[in-house]
């Protein structure tokens, strides 16, 4: 799949060429020198948001970003060319489709994060983050096939686990069955995550739960749960697992690892008993706030205690930062739920970053996260 050959100046140029055969010089309309260079700017801006998406395969960005710059251009260009009233009118109308479209796309900031729904597939959701878009340096193996199975991309994770340097063209067969929720691939044990979207299909593989590690992990149990059926994050169990993971990985391939702690408490209003039903019903929207918060490429976990952690894999200090203020900042919708309630919400932050240049120990990481923990609050 080629979508090189879509990027906007390629429709552009046989789009301008019929305006200006349509146009009569008589109806011209000279926009100046300064609203020409605003509207190349503009273009030129679209185009390579556009090739950018293409590089990366954010497929659902194409559209919106084509009609908002062929809109833009139509519009100038028609009323350059002395074309017809109607038709300034009609780039206006594509280009405001265009932009209304990207600004629907941009306010879903990342959704909830994927979870299986128990049949290896990742659960339906409407969030670009969760769609399957593959990022190259993405830690986990990921591949996209066509309908067919037809594998159309797979990053440098894949081919490293399976092996083959240009799986591309291939069916995706050859590697693992779609649909089953374990598979070995490259003579590995992995966990395979399935989601279809917009006629493609995405996967995404993980190392399975270590057998010995479970068992030293886990409690009365034969074996460590993956998901806190409350929040819906990772257990704490299975962080003593994936966070050792993470770190030996970031060490192996000298890659970031930022972690962040985040710590609830209530205070109550002077004359009011604590109420810990909506003191659970505020944390469980707040989880919510915070998986829509997170990449898909990131790992939350539920620690107890209305204590989350959050692995941030190849991420610098500083974005891990932002992203901390972000969650310790109520959105409007928790401030307006809590008005009610009789106590205020405390958030604390602890941020800790890992380089990969030093051999550290997921109990070492945990501890500087919490020590760390600054006292932030709403």
Known sequence: MNLWFTIPPLLSLP????????????????????????????????????????????????????????????????????????????????????????ASLFSRRGQPMMQPNGQGVFAEDTSEA?????????????????????????????????????????????????????????????????????????FTMADPPKTKTAKAAASSKGGVELFDPATGLYTKEYSRIRGPEELSRAARYRRWLCGVLLQLSYTNLPGFDGRPDLEETFFIAYVQYFKSEVRDSDMGFNLGARTLLLLLPETPQQGAKDTSIRLITLPEPLMEMKKDY????????????????????????TEKLYSSLAGEKE
């Open 15 to 102: 789009i301008s060429l019929f305006l200006m055969a349509f146009g009569r010089s008589t109806d011209r309309i000279s926009i100046g020198a300064p609203l020409w260079f605003l509207f190349l700017l503009l273009y030129l801006a679209l185009s390579l948001a556009y090739a950018f998406s293409v590089k990366q395969m954010l497929f659902s960005r194409l559209l919106p970003l084509q009609m908002a710059a062929q809109g833009v251009l139509i519009c100038i260009v028609s009323l350059e060319a002395g074309t017809p009233p109607i038709i300034p009118w009609v780039g206006v109308a594509i280009g405001a489709s265009g932009f209304a479209s990207i």
């Open 130 to 202: 969760a769609s399957g878009q593959i990022a190259e340096d993405s830690p986990f193996p990921t591949v996209t096939t066509d309908p067919e199975g037809i594998i159309i991309h797979a990053n440098s994770a894949f081919k490293e686990l399976s092996e083959d340097e240009a799986p591309e063209g291939k069916s995706v067969t050859e590697f693992f069955v779609p649909g089953n929720q374990e598979e070995t691939i490259g003579g590995k044990s992995q966990l395979v995550f399935q989601k279809n979207r917009d006629g493609l299909f995405y």
């Open 342 to 365: 009789p106590f205020s919400v405390n958030i604390e932050y602890g941020l800790h970053y890992y380089s990969g240049n030093h051999q550290m120990s997921f109990e070492q990481f």
